[in-house]
């Protein structure tokens, strides 16, 4: 069997797949909150031991406060109603980002949610909330302890919604990371879109500066 994987995702399309459909964006972060749980769901089978969720970033404060503040609802109202299914299957979730910014309610639901789920060993689930990657760089070498107050490695980093940039998501822990870019829209994302990404990656040959282990393919003969 493998290692278990550290994939992280920027789930990303909300607001086209509303307007698509002629619904208010909202209605799009509405169906993106189900997709995360099919996610969820689906990752410990396909060899996933940690996920780490772009779910609001630094720079999404720019966003008209409606939006926001829908969001911010949303996200108290899916820590309260999801934590008990993440104890029982053994989900670990951690919040990353600042809190300072956060409401009061959210914050209270981050606390709970991460001590009562802290025991769970089938998944780690680190939800980026009000993240930017440069702030979070530069705050743990203003500490001196950069590996220690980053994440993991990320194994493969997917992207929703098409664009193919980070907005600032796990900079440095992404520095050996496999990208898999999809039009999917977030909201539209499920469980065999995550284990077609989860197959690519599998195919790919990591070198990390080292040569090929396989150089001229698996199924051709080397004739020198
Ligand atoms: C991602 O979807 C969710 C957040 C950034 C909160 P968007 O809301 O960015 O959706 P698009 O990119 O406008 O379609
Ligand atoms: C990145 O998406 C942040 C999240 C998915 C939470 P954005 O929609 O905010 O990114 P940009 O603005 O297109 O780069
Ligand atoms: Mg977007």
Same mark, same amino acid.
């Given at each position: 069997?493998?290692?278990?994987?550290?994939?992280?995702?920027?789930?990303?399309g909300n607001g086209r797949w509303a307007t698509?459909?002629?619904l208010?964006r909202l209605a799009g972060h509405r169906t993106g909150?189900?997709?995360?749980?099919?996610?969820? /769901?689906?990752?410990?089978?396909?060899?996933?031991?940690?996920?780490?969720?772009? @779910?609001?970033? =630094? *720079? &999404?404060?720019?966003? !008209?406060?409606?939006?926001?503040?829908?969001?911010?609802?949303?996200?108290?109202?899916?820590?309260?109603?999801?934590?008990?299914?993440?104890?029982?299957?053994?989900?670990?979730?951690?919040?990353?980002?600042?809190?300072?910014?956060?409401?009061?309610?959210?914050?209270?639901?981050?606390?709970?949610?991460?001590?009562?789920?802290?025991?769970?060993?089938?998944? /780690?689930?680190?939800?980026?909330?009000?993240?930017?990657?440069?702030?979070?760089? @530069?705050?743990? =070498? *203003? &500490?001196?302890?950069? !590996?220690?107050?980053?994440?993991?490695?990320?194994?493969?980093?997917?992207?929703?919604?098409?664009?193919?940039?980070?907005?600032?998501?796990?900079?440095?822990?992404?520095?050996?990371?496999?990208?898999?870019?999809?039009?999917?829209l977030?909201p539209?994302?499920?469980?065999?879109?995550?284990?077609?990404?989860?197959?690519?990656?599998?195919?790919?040959?990591?070198?990390?500066?080292?040569?090929?282990?396989?150089?001229?393919?698996?199924?051709?003969?080397?004739?020198?």
């Amino acid at each position: 069997m493998h290692t278990k994987l550290h994939v992280a995702i920027i789930m990303d399309g909300n607001g086209r797949w509303a307007t698509l459909r002629g619904l208010p964006r909202l209605a799009g972060h509405r169906t993106g909150a189900k997709a995360v749980r099919q996610v969820i /769901e689906a990752a410990p089978e396909l060899g996933v031991g940690v996920l780490t969720l772009f @779910a609001f970033s =630094a *720079a &999404n404060w720019k966003r !008209p406060a409606e939006e926001t503040d829908a969001l911010m609802a949303l996200f108290a109202a899916h820590l309260e109603s999801e934590r008990e299914e993440c104890l029982i299957n053994g989900v670990r979730i951690r919040v990353i980002g600042r809190r300072d910014r956060l409401p009061q309610n959210v914050r209270d639901s981050i606390v709970r949610t991460e001590q009562e789920t802290a025991a769970g060993r089938e998944l /780690e689930v680190r939800l980026a909330v009000d993240y930017s990657a440069r702030e979070a760089i @530069a705050q743990a =070498a *203003a &500490n001196a302890s950069i !590996p220690r107050a980053l994440g993991p490695d990320v194994d493969l980093l997917i992207r929703t919604g098409g664009e193919q940039r980070l907005s600032d998501f796990l900079l440095w822990e992404c520095a050996w990371a496999e990208f898999v870019f999809t039009k999917t829209l977030w909201p539209d994302f499920g469980a065999a879109d995550l284990a077609a990404a989860i197959a690519d990656f599998r195919a790919r040959d990591r070198r990390f500066g080292a040569i090929p282990q396989h150089p001229i393919g698996d199924t051709m003969q080397l004739t020198l």
